[in-house]
């Protein structure tokens, strides 16, 4: 017998292709963690391991596919390269699938091994790239970047392929532009005044602030990056491996990256993006990553201190799922 105070939702609509459910995820209001912090403000974290790929790269895939189709810079059947630390790599497969491309993805041995699983199983091309000398396991440094973006070049070339950029095709931007910011704004009934996003090629951040500070010019952005890795704030790199997969990656020079919305600068520990990463999944039934974690981390330095009556966003960007063979989850 159904509860007399249940809420029904209706279903979505039945899709024709498994790229149409990306986007549209779900927000959840951390109050209970807030509560028992004796803190003021809200916490909002959009869960974006809801899309079909388990993180928020379905909808760059998508959105760089769809521009290049449209352009004619990607022709029907064209085989689709890109490097990945695994999400947008997924993504790709996912969208790339369902759009007719073939799809070969190029990511370092650094990053875990459940990302190139995942991508083989939705059928592509996997080329995996040895770490730089030194370099830890679970653990991608600039450097390890570097030598992925020039295997990405050689497959390109050898296979006269497009190449899907994330760090430069308008495509990362625009999605999160066109979907995620409303979203967020819709789900928070306007009422948002931060938003904070650990950076990778930066297209997160720009898309959403752009979309935010055009319905409310007064939200503040954030940008996140590993403490020992914090060169847009120009804090000096002391050590480029950190844990935090999907970001900080040493850049100080992000094509995307509109410094106009930003706000401020925010540092975290690899032991602090742990720590609520976990607490995330303890606390609150969110099972995410690091970065997520230190989203987490970083948005309750800003109610601990200068943002102490805020409503703060930000997302949870992929599954825990994806960090099994690391230690952010003892077994």
């Keep these: 017998?159904?509860?007399?105070?249940?809420?029904?939702?209706?279903?979505?609509?039945?899709?024709?292709?498994?790229?149409?459910?990306?986007?549209?995820?779900?927000?959840?209001?951390?109050?209970?963690?807030?509560?028992?912090?004796?803190?003021?403000?809200?916490?909002?974290?959009?869960?974006?391991?809801?899309?079909?790929?388990?993180?928020?790269?379905?909808?760059?895939?998508?959105?760089?596919?769809?521009?290049?189709?449209?352009?004619?810079?990607?022709?029907?059947?064209?085989?689709?390269?890109?490097?990945?630390?695994?999400?947008?790599?997924?993504?790709?497969?996912?969208?790339?699938?369902?759009?007719?491309?073939?799809?070969?993805?190029?990511?370092?041995?650094?990053?875990?091994?459940?990302?190139?699983?995942?991508?083989?199983?939705?059928?592509?091309?996997?080329?995996?790239?040895?770490?730089?000398?030194?370099?830890?396991?679970?653990?991608?440094?600039?450097?390890?970047?570097?030598?992925v973006e020039k295997h990405a070049r050689r497959q390109t070339a050898a296979r006269n392929a497009f190449r899907c950029d994330q760090f430069t095709l308008a495509g990362g931007i625009l999605a999160h532009q066109r979907y995620t910011g409303p979203e967020i704004w819709e789900q928070t009934d306007g009422q948002v005044d931060v938003f904070l996003d650990l950076v990778g090629t930066s297209g997160t951040f720009t898309g959403v602030m752009r979309y935010l500070r055009r319905m409310k010019p007064k939200v503040r952005g954030y940008i996140v990056e590993p403490a020992s890795s914090a060169v847009l704030a120009t804090r000096e790199v002391t050590n480029a491996s950190h844990k935090i997969q999907g970001g900080g990656y040493s850049m100080p020079e992000l094509p995307m990256l509109d410094r106009t919305l930003i706000d401020g600068y925010l540092q975290v520990t690899d032991q602090e993006a742990t720590e609520c990463a976990r607490s995330l999944a303890s606390e609150a039934g969110i099972f995410s990553g690091f970065s997520a974690g230190a989203n987490l981390a970083a948005a309750l330095q800003l109610l601990t201190q200068r943002e102490s009556t805020a409503t703060i966003a930000f997302l949870a960007a992929d599954s825990g799922l994806k960090y099994l063979s690391t230690d952010l989850f003892p077994k």
């Design 1 to 147: 017998m159904e509860h007399a105070n249940s809420v029904m939702n209706r279903p979505p609509p039945l899709c024709t292709s498994i790229i149409e459910t990306i986007g549209n995820t779900p927000m959840v209001e951390l109050r209970n963690m807030v509560r028992t912090r004796r803190l003021t403000g809200r916490l909002l974290v959009k869960c974006e391991y809801f899309n079909p790929g388990f993180s928020k790269k379905d909808r760059i895939a998508r959105e760089m596919l769809r521009e290049a189709k449209e352009s004619g810079d990607l022709e029907p059947g064209q085989t689709v390269v890109e490097l990945t630390s695994g999400n947008t790599g997924t993504g790709l497969a996912i969208a790339c699938r369902a759009l007719g491309h073939p799809f070969v993805a190029v990511m370092s041995k650094g990053n875990t091994v459940e990302r190139a699983r995942m991508m083989r199983a939705l059928g592509a091309e996997v080329v995996l790239v040895d770490q730089a000398p030194g370099s830890p396991p679970n653990q991608v440094s600039g450097e390890d970047l570097a030598l």
